[in-house]
C-alpha cells in the first residue's frame, strides 16, 4: 500500500518566523517528491519539487529529502500570513506514472 | 493562457440520478488526472489517462463511475447512479509529461442529497 503521511495541523506560526512541514511516505523505491499548496475553496497548485537526496531552494522555500529515512520536509522562512494555506504532500511511487498525495498540513501564520 | 476548464463549478443532484463533470485540459498537455478530494479521504486519485488512454482506473470506486477522453481536449467522467457518499470535490488536472507539474482546474463541487 502506497501512503504519503501528514500531520493535520493546524500548524501555527507568527509571521516572520520559519514554518516547517514534514512528510513521511511507505514506499522506499519512490521517484520524485512534490509540495503542493490548496488556500480554502480553491485547487492545489505546485510549490516546489525534489528529487535527489539534500536541499533544494526556491526563495523562500526550501525542500528536503532523505530517502534513507523516507522523509521530506518544506521550510518556509519569514512567513508571511498570505502563506496560510494547507500543504499537500506528494510521492511518485516506484513504477506508477501517478502521484499519492497525503492529506496535508493546515498552516496558520498569525500577523 | 487558460488553465484547466472543469464544467459545472457546483451541481446539486439527488441520489440516483446521473452526473456528469467535464474537463478541459491544458492546450499541449498530454496528461490528464481526475482527483476526488473530501475531508476523510484526502485527493485521490481516480483515473489517469495518457494521450486520451485510460492508463490506470485502479483508483475508480466501483462500476457507478466511468470517465472518457475522446479527443486530447475533453474528459468526462460520469457517476450512475449517483450516491450521497459521492459528495466531495472533484478536480480534473492536466501534466505536459505523467506525473510532473500538474496543474488542476478549480473543481466541481459535487452534493447528492
Known amino acids: 500500500q502506497k501512503e504519503v503521511e501528514q500531520n493535520s495541523g493546524p500548524l501555527s506560526v507568527p509571521e516572520g518566523a520559519i514554518a516547517s512541514l514534514n512528510c513521511t511516505y511507505s514506499d522506499r523505491g519512490s521517484q520524485s517528491f512534490f509540495w503542493y499548496r490548496q488556500y480554502s475553496g480553491k485547487s492545489p497548485e505546485l510549490i516546489m519539487f525534489i528529487y535527489s537526496n539534500g536541499d533544494k531552494e526556491d526563495g523562500r522555500f526550501t525542500a528536503q529529502l532523505n530517502k534513507a529515512s523516507q522523509y521530506v520536509s518544506l521550510l518556509i522562512r519569514d512567513s508571511q500570513p498570505s502563506d496560510s494555506a494547507t500543504y499537500l504532500c506528494a510521492v511518485n511511487p516506484r513504477g506508477y506514472s501517478t502521484l499519492t498525495f497525503g492529506k496535508g498540513t493546515m498552516l496558520l501564520v498569525s500577523p | 493562457d487558460a488553465g484547466v476548464i472543469q464544467s459545472p463549478r457546483h451541481e446539486v443532484t439527488e441520489m440516483g440520478q446521473e452526473v456528469t463533470l467535464r474537463c478541459k485540459p491544458i492546450?499541449?498537455?498530454?496528461?490528464l488526472f481526475w482527483y476526488r478530494q473530501t475531508m476523510m479521504r484526502g485527493l485521490e486519485l481516480l483515473i489517469y489517462?495518457?494521450?486520451?488512454?485510460?492508463?490506470?482506473d485502479s483508483g475508480m470506486p466501483e462500476d457507478r463511475f466511468s470517465a472518457k477522453m475522446p479527443n486530447a481536449s475533453f474528459s468526462t467522467l460520469k457517476i450512475q447512479p449517483s450516491e450521497p457518499r459521492d459528495s466531495a470535490v472533484y478536480f480534473c488536472a492536466s501534466s505536459l509529461y505523467r506525473v510532473y507539474e500538474q496543474y488542476f482546474g478549480p473543481g466541481t463541487r459535487l452534493t447528492v442529497t
Open positions: 489517462f495518457n494521450n486520451n488512454v485510460p492508463i490506470d
Open positions: 492546450s499541449g498537455h498530454n496528461s
